[in-house]
């Protein structure tokens, strides 16, 4: 009774910097006090690095390739909005705008990541709630796969997508159909955390197997999912290695980006390209603004302990 009351004085308490300190000062020792004010500072300092990053990147796009060159950490003697208007026109490669790079990159980063985490989360729940015949091979041919180095295989892969037409085609996004990597084990994990009771009592009221899947088990990894499906997109985004090899007639954003890098050795325009980076730069800020819950959170699992 008497902790509920000084939770709710302190909830009382409009000076934000007082509930701060009721909260996290007052009933500390001086060494919690030194070490916590210390690894805030770390942190502080890092966060600032990320946004004083953002910020002279964003100002560099708006400099003239001379400014950039000569003075590149001054702030633009006059903004050059138009360099930004310049990488919807003048940003081409290998006979795609930026819209059409940009049109690839969501469809082989969101598409593909999408595909490939729902083949995996379902492949997942099947071998870790189902017992059939080669349902255990799944688990042990991904902990081969994932340990086993493999090292030189890079020309083999190439040719094997080339004779099965995947190079520079919409059609290698069939590679996602895939569910055997790290993530399966994760996604297996968290199934064989989940009590069946759930799917026992939907399937008592008549649901069929997809209903139980889609609305009973999915639901309860759904944070997990997002978090996964997040982290690939992002990291796909961001993929040009990839791009270079086995889309060079198709570019995505990135890969567009380091070609038009390297095309400055004939046509320097380094103005329109840090202004090409601050944009493409733009959905995965957007992505963390709005979904980083969901990539720092911690995951819950369960809700009846068998």
Avoid at 16 to 32: C, D, L, Q, T
Avoid at 164 to 181: C, E, R
Wanted: proline letters at 3%; charged letters at 10%.
């Amino acid at each position: 009774m008497k902790e509920n009351t000084m939770v709710q004085k302190l909830h009382k308490t409009r000076n934000p910097f007082k509930r701060f300190y009721n909260a996290y000062i007052s009933k500390r020792s001086v060494s919690e006090i030194i070490s916590f004010s210390v690894v805030w500072l770390i942190f502080l300092a890092f966060a600032c690095s990320y946004v004083y990053i953002l910020f002279w990147g964003f100002m560099s796009g708006f400099k003239t390739h001379d400014e950039i060159a000569l003075h590149p950490f001054a702030l633009p003697e006059k903004m050059q909005w138009q360099n930004y208007a310049d990488v919807f026109s003048e940003f081409e490669i290998a006979g795609y705008g930026f819209f059409g790079m940009l049109l690839n990159s969501l469809y082989f980063s969101v598409l593909g990541q999408f595909i490939t985490c729902m083949i995996t989360v379902m492949l997942a729940y099947a071998t870790s709630k189902f017992k059939f015949f080669g349902s255990g091979f799944f688990y042990y041919a991904v902990m081969v796969m994932i340990n086993l180095p493999l090292y030189g295989n890079g020309g083999s892969t190439y040719k094997l997508l080339y004779n099965l037409g995947f190079v520079n085609s919409y059609s290698q996004i069939f590679l996602a159909f895939t569910g055997m990597n790290m993530n399966y084990l994760i996604f297996y994990s968290a199934f064989k955390s989940l009590s069946w009771t759930f799917a026992e009592a939907a399937y008592i009221d008549g649901a069929n197997d997809f209903t139980v899947f889609f609305r009973v088990m999915l639901p309860q990894v759904l944070n997990l999912f997002g978090a996964i499906f997040l982290t690939l997109w992002v990291a796909d985004w961001n993929n040009y290695s990839g791009a270079l090899i086995y889309l060079t007639k198709m570019p995505v954003l990135a890969s567009g980006i380091y070609s038009f890098e390297l095309n400055m050795t004939y046509v320097a325009r380094l103005d329109i390209l840090y202004a090409a980076y601050m944009i493409s730069a733009i959905p995965p800020l957007l992505l963390f603004a709005f979904f980083n819950k969901a990539l720092t959170s911690n995951i819950s699992l369960g809700g009846i302990k068998e």
